[in-house]
């Protein structure tokens, strides 16, 4: 498998990173979208009905669901610090996992741990 440090190289060599200040919304739940994101620098909280669930640092993935045929955004993240994001949209990231196939694995299981941790605090909450 490859670890997150490996991971976010494929982000790091994508075009121009995205630059978010603390507070600043990257997108929002039930939005629809056409890319993931890499953390490359700072960390992200990602929020269900308004509260965090989870909060991500450098070297994680989000905003997967759209690139495998989730339709809108399922959680709303917003940059906790400031923050350096990388994204792919669908034609990069199909040419990533052609690259690395690995990559593939690694971005579905990033994103079935995420579905399971937001699954388990919505049945205790």
Same mark, same amino acid.
């Given at each position: 498998?490859?670890?997150?440090? #490996?991971?976010?190289?494929?982000?790091?060599? #994508?075009?121009?990173? =995205?630059? @978010?200040?603390?507070?600043?919304?990257? @997108?929002?739940?039930?939005?629809?979208?056409?890319?993931?994101?890499? =953390?490359?620098?700072?960390?992200?909280?990602?929020?269900?009905?308004? /509260? =965090?669930?989870?909060?991500?640092?450098?070297?994680?993935? @989000?905003?997967?669901?759209?690139?495998?045929?989730?339709?809108? /955004?399922?959680?709303?993240?917003?940059?906790?610090?400031?923050?350096?994001?990388?994204?792919?949209?669908?034609?990069? $990231?199909? $040419?990533? =996992? #052609?690259?690395?196939?690995?990559?593939?694995?690694?971005?579905?299981?990033?994103?079935?741990?995420?579905?399971? /941790?937001? /699954? #388990?605090?919505?049945?205790?909450?």
């Amino acid at each position: 498998m490859l670890e997150p440090i #490996q991971t976010i190289t494929i982000f790091q060599k #994508q075009p121009g990173p =995205v630059i @978010f200040s603390p507070g600043q919304v990257i @997108f929002q739940e039930g939005q629809p979208g056409d890319c993931m994101y890499g =953390v490359v620098e700072g960390k992200v909280d990602l929020l269900v009905n308004d /509260r =965090v669930v989870e909060t991500i640092e450098a070297g994680n993935v @989000f905003g997967t669901g759209v690139l495998i045929g989730i339709k809108n /955004r399922t959680y709303t993240a917003i940059a906790k610090t400031d923050c350096k994001l990388a994204s792919l949209d669908q034609a990069r $990231f199909l $040419f990533a =996992v #052609q690259e690395t196939p690995v990559f593939a694995i690694e971005v579905i299981r990033n994103y079935s741990e995420r579905l399971n /941790r937001l /699954r #388990q605090q919505e049945l205790h909450s």
